[in-house]
């Protein structure tokens, strides 16, 4: 009886935690790009008055802009951004978004530091159908935040060349982009990847797939582009959270595997996809984070779900890049206690029988339990389980694990489809601890 009350409270404790990191450790979307925003609306947009976020005008060309979304004309290859108040409302609603989730996929791979990758001193890097280059401000502020001094040269190349000049007068602060180099191209996708180049280390299409009207096929076109990377270079496609983007998503990569192309994320395996696309599971992303509170406001009618991130990506290489090929990978050995995770101890991970797992769903709460489905090296997709009774400090993180989350598991036993987790399983969720150092190379789990 005593231990009954001793689990009710221990638990309802757990909870309140659970609570609070989750709050605490939501991305946040920079307060300086907020005033970018602002400022880039006032001057581009006098109509909009001194506080554009409460003009009825951004409202109604937000509310336009979903519309146009939605019509296949406006819709293929951006025609929207040949409208300058739908332009505005790109800006004011989907930039942070996008911003957000390219920043989020660089982050997951700096803690995984497969390579050498993030040790450059400069990079170059093409945004392909940047719009006014939501997915390059947020690779800035990614490289910003990770090193100082580091120089970027970015290729912003769009087929429409009208959302270029506001991307010009966002990036006008000579002072914080001091370090940064843009050519603004406007081009289309296919003859970019046609045409021969500087090789670049980084190739981003964000939301572009869906878009183009290409004569080639995306298969074709993507093996194209690959040729335009460096050795180590990485092409990150992300692409909305719907089940067909998400599936097209997956038959790409599934082509992609036959073409000698090394996948890097999400997928911690090489082999076709397990995933039957029913409509329960799909794969992609969901980040809680923290939208800017001009986005809060303006939803104020609009009702969008506008607190997690949705999405889904692909990060490839070619294969000839060294030390990257895919399979499980490793956590670093050591997490730091630094005040960015109050709640996190310092400890050293022991490496032996650390298992890497790609969550697709959230922890479910059935009869005394958690559930989550989670895809794993050998391809196979496993339902892990943690019994209420078992949730200790140990094994917490389970319970704070998103659709997407990358996690590895300590000291498991892995013959079975079923995981049931002890309450000394140690989890470790990629997506939390995401200030680490230092980082080790991914390699096969000995
Ligand atoms: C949904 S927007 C995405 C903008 C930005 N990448 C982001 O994530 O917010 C799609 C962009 O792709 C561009 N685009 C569409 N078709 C293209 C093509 N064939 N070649 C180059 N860019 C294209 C559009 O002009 C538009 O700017």
Same mark, same amino acid.
Request: proline residues 4%; hydrophobic residues 40%.
């Given at each position: ?12 404790? *757990? ?128 490289? /910003? ?81 690959? /040729? ?123 490496? /032996? ?26 391809? *196979? ?66």
């Amino acid at each position: 009886m005593q231990l009954h009350v001793f689990n009710h409270v221990k638990n309802k404790k *757990t909870t309140e935690n659970t609570e609070r990191r989750r709050e605490f450790l939501k991305m946040k979307f920079p307060l300086y790009y907020q005033r970018v925003i602002t400022e880039s609306l006032r001057t581009y947009y006098p109509e909009l008055g001194n506080n554009p976020v409460a003009s009825p005008h951004l409202h109604k060309w937000i509310w336009e802009l979903s519309e146009a979304l939605r019509n296949e004309n406006l819709y293929k290859q951006g025609m929207y951004y040949q409208q300058r108040e739908l332009t505005a409302a790109y800006l004011a609603f989907l930039f942070p978004q996008s911003f957000m989730k390219i920043n989020a996929i660089l982050n997951e791979l700096y803690s995984l530091n497969n390579t050498a990758f993030f040790e450059h001193d400069q990079y170059h890097i093409a945004d392909i159908g940047c719009g006014i280059g939501a997915s390059t401000f947020g690779t800035i502020e990614f490289f /910003k935040a990770m090193k100082k001094d580091i120089v970027l040269h970015f290729d912003a190349i769009d087929y429409n060349k009208e959302p270029f000049e506001l991307m010009r007068e966002m990036s006008k602060d000579s002072n914080y982009f001091r370090n940064t180099n843009f050519a603004f191209i406007h081009n289309d996708i296919e003859k970019i990847a046609s045409r021969s180049g500087r090789k670049c280390d980084i190739i981003i299409l964000s939301l572009v797939l869906g878009e183009i009207e290409s004569k080639i096929s995306i298969i074709a076109l993507i093996r194209k582009l690959m /040729k335009h990377l460096t050795e180590t270079g990485m092409l990150i496609i992300i692409e909305p959270a719907l089940q067909e983007s998400s599936k097209n998503l997956i038959l790409l990569r599934n082509k992609l595997i036959s073409y000698n192309v090394s996948i890097l994320s999400p997928c911690l395996n090489e082999q076709p996809c397990p995933l039957t696309y029913s409509a329960q599971h799909w794969c992609y992303r969901e980040i809680a984070w923290t939208p800017p509170a001009s986005m809060e406001y303006l939803n104020r009618k609009l009702f969008r779900e506008i607190n997690t991130l949705k999405f889904s990506y692909l990060v490839i290489a070619n294969n000839t890049r060294k030390g990257c090929r895919g399979g499980p990978m490793r956590p670093p050995n050591k997490i730091d206690a630094n005040s960015d995770i109050p709640f996190q101890a310092e400890k050293e991970l022991d490496l /032996k029988n650390l298992y890497a797992f790609r969550a697709i769903s959230f922890p479910k709460k059935q009869k005394g339990e958690y559930i989550i489905k989670a895809c794993d090296s050998s391809c *196979t997709i496993r339902v892990i389980e943690l019994l209420h009774k078992d949730i200790t400090d140990a094994n917490k993180q389970f319970l704070e694990l998103s659709r997407g989350d990358l996690f590895f598991l300590l000291d498991t036993a892995l013959s079975e489809a079923t995981i049931r987790l002890s309450s000394g399983t140690g989890i470790y969720n990629l997506q939390i601890c995401k200030h680490l150092s230092p980082f080790i190379p991914r390699g096969s789990i000995k």
